[in-house]
């Protein structure tokens, strides 16, 4: 009788119904069975076409679904939970039952149907690495991807049916709202950044983009959401910013202009450019090019402004117009971009007008000690030589073993004293040409028989030291315009180098061509010079060390002042050596004449030069 009554209750019951057993065979889940069921199961199951399966907890789904080993031990004698099923729309409610002999008993009841379509997580996105959500127009979680699961550390059956503030904080589900309420207004996309607060209170930054579903007939029936984990830009977001606070910070602090800049206009000025400059750079926002209208004269003095410059640039310069005139030092670093081409530059300009000023008169002064003392020095060397040249007239008197005796010791005192006064000359010299008060005379003369002569007067020199000059030419005669004393100066000092750093028996080979220039190539097959070191030896006390010919002492200064003499005569200077095989210096000189109408001249050796030759080579010994 008890069991009838309760049987008429169940059948009757709005509440669904439904007996099933669990199977399990060989330890693997084998099918599901429904030992019974009421009426109103049967009339739900079919108009919804609802089956167990979409009725039991989503972590039983799971096992089911994959085929694994069901134990209904896992679950407690009577389990509880709100359900949403997707694909019809629906929120139960359902209340599981653990019987005995692999049975289950469940009731359920449909709260509401969500009339939200056929809307819902898509399989790709449920395991997309991205939160994904889906939300009804009352702001109820429809559906959810597994990464929204993992992060709230929320189940499944805790998150679908609830709204913002039944998961979030307080703030955050606030603010929520209020951008599905912005979504539902608008009726379009829109794009959101948000703070979230996360289970063990980890803060999540994330991108999140949310659009309205629209039914057919143009109803709002809720809202689809996916939010991207951000924090790594936040990151760096909050970084740049900082350190853009500490580069202000800086830039307005130092008195040096800072200037970001790409091919067309500025990027950023420092607030310290007006200061150097005295004008608002505002229109260079626009122009680059307007620096110089601000100008009357701009002067590149050394380094480069080619833009396209992928090398760190640093350049000098002076600018001046009717307030100003400074110099100005700027360095730039290129920023690069993915295909290797300049994006912009970032650079530091300097105002280093003071610095320049001062260096300008620790050269005067510089110049002007030099000077005083390479004259003071060469007075009283002056006087030794007359004295020596006084005492050589009178050695013949003398017996003929004091005649040798006194000889072979005035030779050490001129020659030594030639030495000096080279040295003298030299640091004269140079002094004057850093100064621009050195004195150049050209003349339209022949080079060809100026060089010939020049190796002829020291073929004598030469042979003593057992060697051999041969002078060649392709041309005869060749007119241009040299100044006579520095080209003979030069060559002298090559010529004399050349003497010096050959070997025993070695030759000299002095060359002429003219073609586009004129090219005088002294070559010797000496000890040569190390590549190491050739890029030194036209430097101002640029000495090349060499054990082997430690016996030829130099100041360093002749290749500089022969570099100085050449360009001052229109040319260049080259080096091509090799270690062990010798050296060639080769100077090139404009093929050119003076304008004015003077016939060319042929000159004598005079006394004069064989005191050069004299000069030039006293640092050789015989």
Known sequence: MVEEIYRDIIEGSQDAYVCFEVKNSNEMLDKIKIIDMNKSYKKLSEQYEINILDLL??????????????????????????????????????????????????????????????????????????????????????????????????????????????????DTAHKFIQEDKEVIEKEKKCDFESQVILAENKVQYLQTVKWPIIGENGEIKGTIGLGLDINEKVQLRDDIKKNEQFFQEISNNIDDAIVIRNKEKCIYISNSFEKIFGFNPERLYEDITLWHDEWENIELIDGSADYNNLEITSNIARVRNGKFDKWIQS??????????????????????????????????????????????????????????????TRINMLESEDQQYFCRYTNIMKQNSYRLLKLVNNLIDTTKIDSGNFTYNPQNHDIISFVENICMSVAQFVNMNNMNIIFDTDTEEKIISFDLDNMERIILNLLSNAIKYNKANGN????????????????????????????????????????????????????????????????????????????????????????????????NFTQAKIDRMNIEFSDIYV
């Open 57 to 170: 907890p989503w972590e039983c789904r799971s096992i089911i679904d994959s085929g694994k080993t069901f134990d209904k031990s896992s679950l407690s004698k009577k389990y509880s939970y709100e359900h949403y099923i997707g694909k019809n729309e629906l929120f139960i409610n359902i209340d599981l039952y653990n019987g005995e002999n692999d049975r289950f008993y469940l009731k359920f009841r449909i709260l509401r149907t969500l009339n939200i379509g056929e809307v819902r997580v898509s399989d790709i996105i449920r395991t997309a690495p991205f939160f994904a959500w889906i939300k009804d127009k009352d702001g109820k979680y429809v559906d959810v991807n597994n990464k929204f699961i993992v992060s709230t550390k929320l189940t499944y059956k805790h998150i679908i049916g609830k709204g913002d503030y039944d998961i979030w904080p307080k």
């Open 331 to 392: 360095r730039f670093v290129p920023v690069l971009g993915g295909s290797g081409q300049i994006v912009e530059k970032i650079g530091i300009i300097s105002d280093i007008t003071a610095r320049k000023k001062l260096e300008e008169k620790l050269e005067s002064l510089r110049m002007d000690f030099f000077a005083n003392v390479s004259h003071e020095i060469r007075t009283p060397v002056t006087l030794i030589l007359s004295c020596i040249q006084l005492l050589s």
């Open 508 to 603: 000299i080979e002095v060359n002429i061509s003219c073609k586009e220039n004129i090219k005088i190539s002294i070559k010797d097959n000496g000890i040569g010079i190390p590549k190491s070191k050739q890029n030194r030896v036209f430097e101002r006390f640029g000495q090349v060390k060499n054990k082997m010919k430690t016996e030829h002492e130099g100041s360093g200064i002749g290749l500089f002042l022969v570099k100085s003499l050449v360009e001052l005569n229109g040319g260049k200077i080259s080096l091509k050596s090799e270690l062990s095989k010798g050296s060639e210096f080769v100077i090139s000189l404009p093929d050119r004449m003076e304008n004015d109408e003077v016939a060319a001249t042929k000159t």
